[in-house]
């Protein structure tokens, strides 16, 4: 066996030793969300999970989105983004807000923001296993 490489043995499919083998599937697909970009969007068929992150702008004081967290969802599931925002007028007063993700076995990805959260936006990243 060559230095470096992974023996996968058992009752498992090609796809699940892959998946063992290469945690990290391949990015093959990017979309942003949220506001004027839209609230849902349709992955093509090859992404086998995307990971959705809060976009960071800086407001008047220069101050961007802070303690982000990520959300990483297969295909058929669903998880939640968030991350603490300044206030634009005044930049001691913070809010925590959060989105809701879902990417449906049929490749439609969809976000809600339980608040109004207008001006926030999400990217979408979407990678295959290979």
Known sequence: MALGSVAVSG?????????MMYMDGKLVW????????GMSTTAP??????VVKPMAFAFIDARPYSQQKTARVARGGSGH????QHSRYNSSIASSN????????????SIYYPQDNSDDY???EGYHYY
């Not at 009752?11 to 699940?16: I, N, P």
């Not at 983004?81 to 603490?84: A, E, I, P, R």
């Open 45 to 50: 068929a090859e992404v086998d999970y995307i």
């Open 11 to 19: 009752g498992m499919s090609k796809k699940e030793k892959e998946r």
């Open 81 to 84: 983004v968030s991350w603490m």
């Open 98 to 109: 959060y989105a809701k993700v879902t990417f449906s076995a049929e490749g439609n990805i």
């Open 30 to 37: 990017s979309a942003a969300m949220g506001a004027s970009s």
């Open 122 to 124: 999400c990217t979408v």
